[in-house]
């Protein structure tokens, strides 16, 4: 739902029946986003915003800052389609799986450890260094990024033979191990993701990452060059207007392993989980830390009323389930509203929404507040 060329909404014209993209009716319109959005972003709407249901995971990716994603887009354009970074957040509709960002240094030594297999692609030397790494000796963090950048690229580098059958060592030790003791949930993942990609150095990667579940309505925001992937579950995914996915396994699609080893910040540690704060007894607004979006979440109850305040903005409304009506202020007219529904709203209008007999769930995704209040 927006205005990006690989995939791009439409608008239906209520009058005529007539049907345009999101993207041209803006260019036509562009007051429609109001002063500082146009300001900042020009006729362009800079969110994207998106439901995903991941029944297979996702690719180990990352997405490029803003200087890297037009070096990317001039030197490969076919592959990365866009010159704009691409910050993202998900909101989980349900129990939401995902690996993000890299484990601490504790939990690094003890995977090493304990885990023969990675010796058998990566640098043993660089293996042992790290093992040998403190908190004291590790120079502001510059020393275990060093480390861990090195092993991971060398990992990462592998070639398909190695990769798979590190993996396949994996699978087997951790298949024989269930016999005698419980698996952990990321030996457990291991074992899934091996499943759904056989031999795939992924497999192996996944041990570096955190491996994060959320709770429906909790939410997780990735900032740039922060390595993740989808695991499992269904979410509310809203992001900047960009399609860049520098990717390195879990996938079939075109990989750049140079690119994403190159790129990460090798930052530790568990990331940061929303959970969001009360507008209203119904509503529940995410703020991430970036300028282009936030999402606000209503659960309304049957025959139960909200209104959204008029915002300098420009807002993508969703129908995630039930049925009701939505009020533009200024107007007369109700517009029945169901699940699937999705509705454009113009900067500086006023949304009122009734929910039918029973429970009515919508998303709203716009320009970021604080943004809009400092400009």
Not at 48 to 74: G, N, T, Y
Not at 175 to 182: F, I, K, N
Request: with cysteine; hydrophobic share 40%; charged share 25%.
């Amino acid at each position: 739902m927006g205005v990006h060329d690989s995939g791009p909404s439409f608008v239906v014209s209520g009058d005529d029946n007539g049907e345009s993209s999101l993207k041209d009716w803006i260019a036509q319109n562009p007051a429609a986003l109001g002063h500082k959005v146009f300001t900042n972003w020009g006729p362009h709407l800079p969110f994207l915003f998106k439901i995903l249901s991941v029944a297979k995971a996702l690719s180990i990716q990352a997405h490029p800052d803003k200087e890297l994603a037009k070096q990317l887009h001039k030197s490969h354009p076919i592959a990365y389609k866009d010159d704009n970074h691409k910050p993202e957040m998900a909101l989980a509709l349900s129990e939401f799986h995902a690996l993000c960002g890299f484990i601490s240094l504790q939990e690094l030594k003890d995977m090493l450890q304990n885990t023969p297999e990675i010796k058998e692609v990566v640098n043993a030397e660089d293996a042992n260094q790290l093992l040998q790494v403190n908190d004291e000796q590790n120079d502001g963090g510059l020393e275990i990024k060093s480390r861990l950048k090195s092993i991971f690229t060398r990992l990462m580098s592998a070639s398909k033979e190695a990769a798979a059958e590190s993996a396949s060592n994996l699978k087997n030790r951790l298949q024989r191990e269930s016999q005698g003791r419980e698996l952990t949930e990321k030996e457990n993942l291991v074992l899934q993701l091996e499943k759904q990609y056989p031999g795939d150095v992924g497999v192996i990667a996944a041990l570096f990452l955190n491996y994060v579940k959320l709770k429906p309505g909790q939410a997780l925001y990735i900032g740039a060059n922060e390595p993740h992937a989808y695991v499992a579950g269904e979410c509310i995914e809203v992001m900047a207007t960009s399609d860049n996915v520098v990717r390195a396994g879990l996938t079939p699609k075109y990989r750049d392993v140079g690119t994403l080893c190159s790129m990460l910040t090798y930052k530790q540690g568990r990331p940061e989980i929303l959970k969001g704060f009360a507008l209203n007894r119904y509503t529940t607004r995410y703020l991430p830390p970036f300028d282009e979006f936030e999402v606000d979440r209503c659960l309304l109850p049957g025959g139960e009323s909200a209104v959204f305040p008029a915002v300098e903005g420009p807002s993508i409304f969703v129908i995630a389930s039930g049925e009701g009506a939505m009020l533009t202020a200024g107007s007369s007219t109700r517009d029945a509203v169901v699940e699937g529904d999705v509705v454009f709203a113009t900067a500086d209008t006023e949304i009122s929404v009734r929910a039918g007999r029973t429970e009515l769930h919508l998303y709203r995704a716009g320009v970021n507040s604080r943004f809009l209040q400092i400009l």
